[in-house]
């Protein structure tokens, strides 16, 4: 895959198909090519551009970077490869790049779907974000295994949970590919939102799709539909089924929305 140098970064990044750009944001620990799972080849087969990348901390990154930053390192890629106005996908930490790259570079967005997204932090997420900085900073190692286990449990919906066969092959998954916690990863856990933004997205002015997945325990559908009721004129569409892995485990239903939401006339 090509590399672009972004703001002293070497960021790989993928772009396949043709037509109007689409630039794919990935959440926290992840890849860009897991978007190439399912939401790349449906967009082109819709007739898009699709751009997918490592954001900073995958991309190998020290630590004390903001969320300023992967907001100017994604404006950085958008500019590097001569894209103009596109539409944006951001799913978890990515959707909230996405919201702030729409108030900081208005300019670089037409339209963008944010999913599994938030706002502003509760009690639990504090304390679940806050347990799992502290078993990283511990230096206490898992087995394979149990984080397996406890990683479908939060992402993954009861329906899939449910279903020995479908729930056996994502444990199968996630026990042979296990997050890779570099300290550029670890360092994404600290870009949480720890004041209220909903406030802010009242400024934002493109046109947006919020997609809340019903069975989400890491960022549940009420935040994400709070985000929807903040940005003017924004959409939003819920998923049954789908936990906060929604895009992986319901990727038809999501897929459907993304297509349709762009033929709209979201230029």
């Known amino acids: 895959m090509p590399f672009a140098a972004v703001n002293g970064l070497r960021i790989e990044y993928d772009d396949r198909g043709s037509g109007e750009p689409v630039v794919l944001v990935m959440g926290t620990g992840a890849r860009g090519r897991v978007w190439h799972l399912h939401q790349v080849p449906a967009l082109v087969a819709a007739g898009y551009r699709v751009i997918t990348f490592d954001n900073r901390g995958v991309a190998p990154a020290e630590p004390g970077f903001t969320i300023e930053d992967l907001v100017a390192d994604t404006a950085g890629l958008v500019e590097h490869l001569g894209l103009g106005p596109c ?68 992402n993954l919906s009861p329906r899939t949970l449910n279903d020995d066969v479908a729930v056996g092959d994502w444990l199968d998954l996630f026990e042979m590919s296990p997050t890779a916690w570099t300290r550029g990863v670890r360092a994404q856990l600290d870009l949480d939102i720890t ?63 993304l297509v349709t939401f762009f033929a709209g006339g979201h230029r």
């Open 195 to 257: 004041e209220s933004r909903l406030a802010a997205y009242r400024a934002i002015e493109v046109p947006c799709l919020v997609i809340g997945f019903a069975d989400d325990l890491r960022l549940p559908p009420h935040l994400a539909r709070e985000v929807a009721d903040a940005i003017p004129g924004a959409r939003y569409v819920e998923i049954a089924d789908a936990g906060h892995y929604g895009y992986l485990e319901r990727p038809e239903a999501v897929n459907d929305a």
């Open 87 to 154: 539409r944006f996908v951001g799913t978890s930490m990515g959707a909230q790049v996405v919201s702030e790259l729409a108030l900081a570079r208005p300019e670089l967005v037409t339209a963008a779907v944010l999913m599994a997204t938030r706002g502003r932090s509760d009690r639990m997420r504090r304390s679940l974000g806050a347990a799992e900085k502290v078993l990283l900073d511990k230096g206490i190692e898992v087995p394979a295994q149990y984080d397996a286990a406890v990683r479908a449990v939060l």
